[in-house]
């Protein structure tokens, strides 16, 4: 059985936003934190990872939001490396209020890219081994994403210095980011997201601009694109409901 790690946080006003509710994007980086921890734990970090002229990156998240947490709440991020095989590694995560129940589930799918090449590579034994994940032949399919049909609005933004991590290419959160800016002050302040289903499909680089559009199907159904020289970069679905 695939080890777990956990760590508890309480979240300070600041990663929070105008309604006190913990940030979309903060929340993938807090995710995504302790599973770098968890690796660090068990010798293979990071830095090991690169040794070996690889880099982690990330496919798709489906996330299932019970509720948001707020400021000031201490949670419990839980985190497990479930299963892998020859391409892609499979892991969960999990946020827990005080009362101990479930907020958040994420589901994500990684894979290894290789830093010269610019190409996915096979998963090393010796990345993988310290977690006990099983082992599987199968791919799993994430949530199914179904494309962008008509704009409804777009916003162009310019890939910064700091959208851009270890890997040399924007950030997983920062799509994230952008799609929600679109849907504009009036409906972030009076929805909270119920799922959000993002698959990546191509990295985009520092100083290259990306558009950034959305599309609202029906209440509370959102799609979501962000294209570079034409490519769909990152496409999501998301559902809302009324705070």
Wanted: aromatic share 12%.
């Amino acid at each position: 059985m695939a080890k777990k790690y956990s760590e508890i946080h309480q979240i300070p006003y600041y990663e929070c936003d105008t309604e006190n509710y913990l940030k979309i994007p903060t929340m993938i980086k807090m995710l995504i934190k302790i599973s770098e921890d968890q690796s660090a734990s068990l010798g293979v970090s990071d830095e090991f990872v690169l040794s070996l002229g690889l880099g982690w990156i990330i496919l798709q998240h489906d996330l299932t939001i019970h509720r948001l947490p707020q400021a000031g709440e201490s949670i419990k991020l839980v985190t497990e490396a479930e299963s892998y095989n020859k391409y892609f590694c499979y892991r969960n995560f999990w946020i827990y209020d005080e009362a101990g129940k479930e907020c958040v589930h994420m589901e994500t799918t990684f894979a290894l890219m290789d830093l010269k090449e610019r190409k996915m590579g096979s998963v090393p034994d010796e990345v993988i081994a310290p977690f006990e994940s099983e082992k599987i032949k199968r791919i799993k399919r994430g949530e199914k994403i179904l494309p962008l049909e008509t704009a409804e609005r777009e916003e162009e933004y310019r890939v910064r210095y700091y959208d851009i991590d270890g890997n040399k290419h924007v950030n997983n959160s920062v799509y994230l980011d952008w799609m929600l800016d679109v849907l504009g002050y009036e409906f972030l302040s009076t929805h909270v997201p119920k799922t959000i289903f993002i698959k990546f499909n191509k990295e985009v680089r520092y100083g290259e601009s990306v558009m950034s559009r959305y599309q609202h199907l029906e209440e509370g159904v959102t799609r979501h694109q962000i294209s570079f020289g034409g490519d769909a970069s990152a496409d999501a679905n998301m559902t809302w409901e009324k705070r």
